[in-house]
């Protein structure tokens, strides 16, 4: 493919090649390897014309991480469900290296999805951050998530913000305590943004860091704001409207309690989940919070340029 970029005043014409080959596991059918190639051949409006370079770099393959579940590991006796037996399960993207700095734990979106390993948005972050090569990625698909059955999918109503919560905390100390690295990160966005800030606000909260991508911090306004298609969408995730309910299971409602380091970023023109939900978050928590807003973005972003900018 050839991609061409231009200027305001001074055309300067990019010209790469991409190749990308791939192969699958026959028997499981997923990603078993794939190698990224990207020649620059010409640079034009630039002195160094003439120069090339290619940078070659190979995927890391993720694979299955499950964690079982018994019901000792849930000792909440207000829990809907506190003695299921589950296994949490999702991919693990290591680099080979001896000195991995921590582990990211990756929660989707949804909430009523899942990752796996496809080409998709999640991967493209997964990869990103595990070839740094100090950095590993765990991407834990939670009770509520798609791709399982119809039961497990179900666990998340009127659990939304309970469940999720307890999962992400589990994966994140499980990391640690089976010694894949000694601190361990969560980014989320969207719901998985909802997830991120509750595992922050948490007394049990293991993680040194968290990003917040266009995240839901506050129930009461979403449902008051949020866009018409998911405009009864937190009736089965977490019940009838009740205010009370509802600040209960905000994140906001706990989010002084957040010291870690924060990084929150979002899209000015969101109409899913309004800017209003990342600002409120950014006045509230005590800890260091650093915000950036892209003008002329909406929800989780589409711009190559805000991808940029986000990934640096």
Known sequence: KILSSFSNSTTRLLILTLS????????????????????????????????YFKVKNQLIKPRIHSIQVSDQNNNNENQQINKYNYTLSGLLFLPDSDNIKSIVVFPHGGPTSSIVNRFNIYMIFSQFIATRGNYGVYTPNYRGSTQINRSFRTLLNQNWGIYDVEDCLL????????????????????????????????ENNCFTAGINLCGVSNLIELQKNTHLFESCYNYSLVGNFDKELYLERSPITNSKNIKSNLLILQGENDTVVPKSQSLIIKESVTGNVEYHEFPDEGHMFSKPTTFIKMFE
């Open 20 to 51: 990308i080959s791939v192969s699958f596991d026959d028997d499981e059918n997923i990603l078993s390897s794939a190698t990224i190639e990207v020649e620059l051949i010409k640079r034009s409006g630039y002195q160094d014309d003439e120069k």
């Open 171 to 202: 994966a994140g100390s499980d990391m640690i305590e089976r010694g894949l690295c000694k601190e361990v990160a969560i980014i989320g966005g969207s719901a998985g943004g909802f997830s991120t800030l509750h595992c922050l606000s948490n």
